[in-house]
């Protein structure tokens, strides 16, 4: 059956309300809807509506739900084939080597070598299979930082597919608080550490910025590593400062080469110095002590 995406852009404050209200409207039917993050600079947010069935009744709705906001929308549509895409990406998802780490798929099993601190992820419904520039390069300046440094408690912030909290817990032995504001995130880390034999170190759980108990549980932390936007990144600075130990390490990405110099005097302005930034397909990771 072909399925069809309703979509439009807006601003991110009215994508969020947007958001709320379609989920509200359509939850019944269960139809899956999405916000994307166009452009971050011009606040460019695309939110898409997929449904099959009768279109028109759904557009309508929709544009009832949107006038219900006093909001009015161009909706533009697009036709998609009934495939599985997830499982089609994965096919031809080549594995990655990033220092030591091998992030693969299971058709992929066969390609691990002796010596490779293996992590086998599948893209499920959460970001991050180690194939992006920044999750790449996370691993590499962890795999650094943890040879010289040798935490002992660790977080993952804005864990996604948990492939940098695994990665930790295989490279260190350590136990790893991995975090993320999205609940389908949390599910699919927790089914990763399962697959990769490190449960027992990764702690999975729900939780936006800082303001859940388990923080002030378990930090504070020797070692944050946190691939989410610079923009958050910026305003979390003063709360990385407080849960990081005297003489620990962060590690950042998801920044551009642009926003580098920005985030990085955001983190001075807390009492953080520079070490390091390693770049990858115009994007930075940088480390950073407290």
Same mark, same amino acid.
């Given at each position: ?80 084939? @009934? ?32 010596? @490779? ?38 977080? @993952? ?134």
């Amino acid at each position: 059956m072909t399925q069809t995406r309703l979509y439009f852009t807006t601003g991110k404050i009215e994508a969020e309300r947007i958001f709320a209200a379609l989920g509200a409207a359509f939850e019944e039917e269960g139809l899956p809807i999405a916000v994307l993050e166009v452009d971050e600079d011009r606040d460019i947010h695309e939110v898409s509506l997929y449904a099959d069935g009768d279109i028109d009744v759904v557009e309508t709705r929709l544009k009832d739900i949107l006038a219900g906001l006093a909001l009015t929308k161009p909706i533009e549509r697009e036709a998609l084939p @009934d495939i599985d895409w997830v499982t089609r990406s994965l096919e031809g998802l080549k594995p990655v080597r990033a220092g030591r780490f091998f992030v693969h798929g299971a058709h992929d099993r066969d390609r691990r070598r002796s010596g @490779d601190l293996a992590i086998e992820i599948e893209a499920g419904l959460a970001f991050g299979t180690g194939h992006h520039g920044t999750t790449s390069g996370c691993l590499e300046m962890l795999e650094q930082v943890v040879r010289r440094e040798q935490p002992r408690n660790a977080l @993952d912030l804005g864990t996604g597919s948990a492939v940098l909290a695994i990665a930790l817990a295989k490279l260190a032995h350590i136990p790893v608080l991995a975090t993320d504001i999205d609940p389908v995130a949390v599910k699919v880390a927790a089914g990763n550490a399962r697959l990769n034999h490190v449960k027992a170190l990764v702690e999975t759980v729900t939780a936006p910025g800082f303001h859940h108990p388990i923080f002030g549980k378990r930090a504070p932390f020797d070692l944050i590593v946190a691939n989410i936007l610079a923009r958050p990144l910026m305003r979390l600075a003063p709360e990385m400062a407080r849960h990081i130990s005297l003489g620990g390490s962060i590690v950042l990405s998801g920044i551009l080469d642009r926003q580098r110099d920005a985030v990085v005097s955001a983190y001075v302005g807390h009492q953080f110095r520079h070490v390091r930034t390693l770049h990858r397909e115009g994007w930075v990771t940088i480390h950073l002590k407290r």
